[in-house]
């Protein structure tokens, strides 16, 4: 399993994610929500970082990340977070 990413290479790969998931729902759902967006981003951090967790462990914490001003950044914080709380056990 690759290294674990710090706060920032998170923070950019949601970033990322979010500005790309965007344009995917602008163009190809006609602006429509995607309630799936939580697994679209977790893809694509991974792809971004490599597997540094399971899709369906990011995909669960991003779903499950508090809301706040800055998403992305609650985001990476919480990603982190649970990451040391898995190695913990």
């Known amino acids: 399993m690759p290294s674990i990413p ?3 290479e ?3 790969a949601l970033t990322a994610a979010g ?3 965007h344009d995917y729902q602008e163009n190809m759902l006609n602006g ?3 309630a799936q967006w939580p697994g679209w981003y977790a893809a694509y951090v ?3 970082l490599g597997d540094f967790t399971s899709p369906s462990q990011l ?3 991003l779903a499950n990340t508090p809301s706040g001003d800055d998403w992305n950044t609650s985001a990476a914080l919480y990603v982190l ?3 040391e709380n898995e190695g913990k056990q």
Request: glycine share 10%.
């Open 19 to 21: 500005k790309a998931h």
């Open 46 to 48: 991974l792809g971004r």
């Open 6 to 8: 710090s706060q920032n």
């Open 81 to 83: 977070h649970q990451m």
């Open 10 to 12: 998170i923070l950019i």
């Open 32 to 34: 429509k929500h995607d």
């Open 59 to 61: 995909t669960g914490w």
